[in-house]
């Protein structure tokens, strides 16, 4: 009986490090996707934003960018994935604040 406490113990002890880890993981991801998707639509946007899915899905890192259009006085939005095995950055169509309105926070 003496063993599962110790076993419960030495699983937590375990599964902590792994906890941090894999949230540091998820932050160096997320940022990663950030700045893909901010370079993917630096000649459409002037002054871009982006808010990351923490996770994304199975296969892609999601972002939504908003920002003033360059050479124009509008503000527009894009849908931004990055796959999770090659990197490889899409932008969706421009999306007009009439359309979609975010609001970075």
């Known amino acids: 009986m003496r063993q599962i406490p110790i076993a419960v113990a030495t699983l937590i ?3 902590a490090p792994a906890a941090a880890s894999s949230d540091d993981a998820w932050a160096e991801f997320a940022e990663k996707v950030r700045v893909a998707c901010l370079e993917a639509a630096a000649p459409m946007l002037e002054t871009a934003e982006a808010v990351v899915d923490p996770f994304g899905s199975e296969s892609f890192g999601l972002a939504v960018l908003t ?3 360059k050479g124009a006085d509008a503000t527009a939005s894009y849908i931004c994935i990055m796959d999770k095995q090659t990197g490889a950055v899409e932008l969706g169509s421009e999306l ?3 359309v979609l309105s975010v609001t970075v926070q």
């Open 13 to 15: 002890a375990i599964s």
């Open 67 to 69: 920002g003033r259009v």
């Open 96 to 98: 007009p604040s009439e």
